[in-house]
């Protein structure tokens, strides 16, 4: 017999993961670009919510840039 949801549900997707991502997976997007296609796959895949943060592409560790964030958010808009 199929399971069948008895509730209502709500995607959220985190597309960069945890601070550490970058060295346990390749596939973790890096440039505001790769993130921003990340998110939007997701949305199309079902996520009501996509969580991004950015990183410096150089290095994959986790930024505060904000010429990161606006292009990220620009790309995404």
Known sequence: MPLQA???VFITCAVTGSG???DRSPHVP???EQIA???IDAAKA???VVHCHVRDPE???PSRRLDL???LTERIR
Do not use: C, L
């Open 6 to 8: 008895s509730q209502n």
């Open 20 to 22: 550490g991502s970058q």
């Open 30 to 32: 890096r440039s505001p």
């Open 37 to 39: 296609n990340s998110a």
């Open 46 to 48: 079902g996520a009501a």
């Open 59 to 61: 290095t994959g560790t």
């Open 69 to 71: 964030y606006k292009e």
